[in-house]
């Protein structure tokens, strides 16, 4: 099993930044390919970003690419996701994913509770 605790979740103004973070716990060799969604309330989970175990290959959703960047570092067991220019449609529960395969978009095996993100006009 594979814990992922998310932080740095809070309320920003638009065009600001946020950095959050995603530490596993557990069985960590199982974090292969770790990815970031995110949820709004009456709607899907959204693909955000994925990465390899190597950090060497990284998949963006178009609605964040080139703002949006996705890092690992293996020997904290963590993946961060630095967001800027924020927009206020970024605004949504965003969460951790890990799976022991090489998937992009999914399915992810497991999954943390979420950290909001609010991004004011």
């Known amino acids: 099993q594979v814990q992922l605790v998310e932080s740095g979740g809070g309320l920003v103004q638009a065009g600001g930044s946020l950095r959050l973070s995603c530490a596993a716990s557990?069985?960590?060799?199982?974090?292969?390919?770790m990815g970031w969604f995110r949820q709004t309330p009456g709607n899907a989970r959204e693909f955000i970003a994925s990465?390899?175990?190597?950090?060497?290959?990284?998949y963006y959703a178009d609605s964040v690419k080139g703002r949006f960047t996705i890092s690992r570092d293996n020997a904290k067991n963590t993946v961060h996701l630095q967001m800027r220019s924020l927009k206020p449609e970024d605004t949504a529960i965003y969460y951790c994913?890990?799976?022991?395969?090489?998937?992009?978009?999914?399915?992810?095996?497991?999954w943390g509770q979420g950290t909001q993100v609010s991004v004011s006009s």
């Open positions: 994913a890990a799976d022991p395969r090489p998937v992009v978009v999914g399915p992810y095996a497991y």
């Open positions: 557990g069985r960590t060799s199982d974090t292969y390919a």
């Open positions: 990465i390899n175990w190597s950090g060497g290959s990284t």
